[in-house]
C-alpha cells in the first residue's frame, strides 16, 4: 500500500504564497504521474496540477501562472508553489499518485488551504 503525506496547507492572505509538499512512501512506480487535486465545500474535487516521472507538467487554467508544480525523483516528492493566492484556492488539496493504464491510483489525507479577503 503506498502513502502519500501531505504537508504546507495553513492560512494565508490574498496576495499570498503557501507552499505544499507530499512525500510518497515508496518509489516503485517508475512511471507514474503524481499531482495536486482540490475540493472546495459543495463542489467536486478538481485537478490542480499534475507532473509525470519525466517532469510534463498540466496546470488548470484557474491557477496558470500562478502556482508551480515539480518533483524530486530521488526522494518520491512532489512540491506546489502558490503565488498571487486567491480567496477561491480556498479548498482542501490532495496529493494523487497514478500509474497509467493500471489500477494503481493513490491519495493523500488532504492538507486545508484558507485564504482570507
Known amino acids: 500500500q503506498v502513502q502519500l503525506v501531505e504537508s504546507g496547507g495553513g492560512l494565508v492572505q490574498a496576495g499570498g504564497s503557501l507552499g505544499l509538499s507530499c512525500v510518497a512512501s515508496?518509489?516503485?512506480?517508475?512511471?507514474?504521474?503524481m499531482g495536486w487535486y482540490r475540493q472546495a465545500p459543495g463542489n467536486q474535487r478538481e485537478l490542480v496540477a499534475s507532473i509525470t516521472s519525466g517532469r510534463a507538467t498540466d496546470y488548470a487554467d484557474s491557477v496558470k501562472g500562478r502556482f508551480t508544480i515539480s518533483r524530486d525523483n530521488t526522494e518520491s516528492t512532489i512540491y506546489l508553489q502558490m503565488n498571487s493566492l486567491k480567496p477561491e484556492d480556498t479548498a482542501v488539496y490532495y496529493c494523487?499518485?497514478?500509474?497509467?493504464?493500471?489500477?494503481?491510483?493513490?491519495w493523500g489525507q488532504g492538507t486545508q488551504v484558507t485564504v482570507s479577503s
Open positions: 494523487n499518485l497514478r500509474v497509467p493504464g493500471s489500477n494503481y491510483d493513490y
Open positions: 515508496t518509489n516503485i512506480f517508475t512511471v507514474n504521474i
